[in-house]
C-alpha cells in the first residue's frame, strides 16, 4: 500500500520515517519530493579501459552548488536529505515529471530496503541534445513509501547502509560466484 500525504506527515511527526530536514511542502499527495545535494561522484574514464563487476571503479569527487551535465552523460549524486525507514516500511525513488520532461532521468537502482539509513545516492543521465545545469536544494526526485504487509526478517543492513554522500557502485565487494557448466 503506497502511503497518502496524511499517513507520511503524521509518520514524519511521529518519528517513524526520517526526513531530515523535511520541507512540507515537500510532502505531496502519494509521496515525498528530496533534493539535490551538493556531492558529486563522476566515473573517472581515464583510470581504466573498462569497467567490470569485480574491479572498484574510480570516481572524480566534486563538492559544488551547482553541476552540469554534457547531453548523454552519466553521473551520481546525492540527496540533501537523510533518511531513515523502518523494518516495515519500503520505498521507491522516481524522477520529478517536470525533471524527466527535459531529458534527464533519475534513478537509485530504484529501491530503498526497510531498515535503510543515509541519504540517497541518485543515478542521473542526461538523454537530451543540451547540457542541463542542475543546482544544489532544487526538488529532483520523489520518495514513495510503501508499508509492507509484514516487517522485514532481515532489514537492509548492506555495504550502502549510513551513506552521507554521494557513494559509487561497491560491486566489486559482492561475494556471490558464478558457476559456468560447459
Known sequence: MILSDQTLERLIKEKIIVIDPVDEKSIQPASIDLRLG??????????????????????????????VIPPNSFLLATTQEYVKLPNDITAFVEGRSS?????LFIQNAGWVDPGFEGRITLELFNASPLPIRLQAGKRICQLVCCKMDAPA??????????????????????????????
Do not use: C, M
Open 38 to 67: 551538493t556531492h558529486f561522484l563522476v566515473i573517472e574514464e581515464n583510470e581504466a579501459e573498462i569497467i567490470t563487476l569485480d574491479s572498484e571503479i574510480k570516481y572524480r569527487e566534486i563538492n559544488n552548488d551547482n553541476i
Open 99 to 103: 525533471i524527466g520532461r527535459i531529458g
Open 153 to 182: 526478517r532481515s532489514p537492509y543492513s548492506g555495504k550502502y547502509q549510513g551513506q552521507d554522500k554521494t557513494t559509487g557502485s561497491k560491486i566489486h565487494k559482492d561475494t556471490d560466484t558464478i558457476k559456468i557448466n560447459i
